[in-house]
Nanobody, 127 residues
Framework: QVQLVESGGGLVQAGGSLRLSCAAS????????MGWFRQAPGKEREFVAG????????RLADSVKGRFTISRDNAKNTVYLQMNTLIPEDTAVYYC????????????????????WGQGTQVTVSS
């Protein structure tokens, strides 16, 4: 059974930081691209960050570039999203996804490209 479990969300003040984790099981973790998406009420689920199988390539949405960092630890079957300088616009449910993908295609940025999803973790940033 494939399972992705996000953790680390919470309530923080603007300017603060959080680190989200997504622990994967039931799959060969190192074979999957991993990504983070977020969805605020009434809005589309949007791409936040993606990372290649070995962490050698990353891609960040323009809205978070310079503030967020995605990383992975294949020995722990875990992908992380370090979020710094948080702003209220970052408030959303954050989801991690896993995509078994031909690496020549690059980091997937569309939600329908991902094979598995976690349940999400809430991030709320107050001003």
């Amino acid at each position: 059974q494939v399972q992705l479990v996000e953790s680390g969300g919470g309530l923080v003040q603007a300017g603060g930081s959080l680190r989200l984790s997504c622990a994967a099981s039931g799959l060969t973790f190192s074979s999957y691209y991993m990504g983070w998406f977020r969805q605020a009420p009434g809005k589309e689920r949007e791409f936040v960050a993606g990372i290649g199988r070995n962490g050698g390539i990353t891609r960040l949405a323009d809205s978070v570039k310079g503030r967020f960092t995605i990383s992975r630890d294949n020995a722990k079957n875990t992908v992380y999203l370090q979020m710094n300088t948080l702003i209220p616009e970052d408030t959303a449910v954050y989801y991690c996804g896993a995509d078994l993908r031909n690496p020549i295609l690059g980091v997937p940025t569309q939600y329908n490209e991902y094979d598995y999803w976690g349940q999400g973790t809430q991030v709320t940033v107050s001003s």
